[in-house]
């Protein structure tokens, strides 16, 4: 079975600094998926960025990067210049393909709080 | 086409009452998920469609819940004789097939509250 772990349930950052959010996975399928989604307080979930297991460089979105360790399985979030827009709550997910579904799972999320 | 839709954004409702939620994927997209997210938690998966088949189910979806995509486009999710631990967020999202990305684009969510 998958699982997502996060061991962040709350993170403060200020202004303008870069914060990193912490994701670790396991799983035995050798090419999977992982993903970071944002939930401001309205509820909708947000796609950030993907990261394939595969990929040979880490994934880049704009202010958001992945810190892809294979090996240590962590997949951690990077959001430089954070902005005060930027307060909400972060899960990861790893895609499971297993039945053809590419249903996700879900860590327990982080929640940012970004202060001036 | 402005994304995800669902409806109704609240639903309050007695223990014992049948509810249904609606889901409107993007036009294009022929997956739909269905998730569940309780306070604290990240979503838990529910079930699936591609087109009109639903071919995956959660062992979190009790007998009680019933879902179903007609012609492959919109989806209902039902929960029959609610109880008051069915109160949570009904998150439903929509994919294209395919290899590659695919990322799931997420509605606003239904919630539930039942009391």
């Known amino acids: 079975a998958q699982k997502i772990t996060q061991t962040q349930p709350g993170m403060f950052v200020q202004e303008k600094e870069a914060v990193t959010l912490d994701c670790t996975y396991d799983?035995?399928?050798?090419?999977?998926?992982l993903f970071w989604y944002k939930q401001p307080s309205s509820g909708e979930m947000i796609f950030l960025i993907y990261?394939?297991?595969?990929?040979?460089q880490n994934a880049t979105e704009g202010r958001y990067s992945l810190n892809f360790q294979k090996a240590r399985k962590s997949a951690n979030l990077v959001i430089s210049a954070s902005q005060l827009g930027d307060s909400a709550m972060y899960f990861c997910?790893?895609?499971?393909?297993?039945?053809?579904?590419?249903?996700?799972?879900f860590g327990t999320g982080t929640q940012l709080k970004v202060e001036l | 086409d402005t994304g995800v839709s669902q409806d109704p954004r609240h639903k309050i409702t007695k223990r014992g009452q049948n509810v249904t939620f609606r889901c409107d994927p993007i036009?294009?997209?022929?997956?739909l998920y269905w998730y569940r997210q309780t306070l604290g938690q990240g979503p838990e998966f529910l079930t699936y469609?591609?087109?009109?088949?639903?071919?995956?189910k959660s062992r979190l979806l009790s007998d009680r819940f019933s879902a179903e995509r007609p012609k492959g486009s919109f989806s209902t999710l039902e929960i029959q004789r609610t109880e008051q631990g069915d109160s949570a967020m009904y998150l439903c999202?929509?994919?294209?097939?395919?290899?590659?990305?695919?990322?799931?684009?997420f509605g606003p969510g239904t919630r539930l509250t039942v009391t």
């Open positions: 036009s294009e997209h022929n997956r």
């Open positions: 799983t035995s399928d050798p090419s999977y998926g």
């Open positions: 469609f591609q087109n009109e088949a639903q071919l995956e």
């Open positions: 999202a929509s994919s294209p097939t395919g290899t590659g990305v695919a990322e799931q684009y």
């Open positions: 997910a790893m895609r499971d393909s297993t039945g053809g579904g590419n249903k996700l799972t």
């Open positions: 990261q394939g297991s595969y990929d040979q």
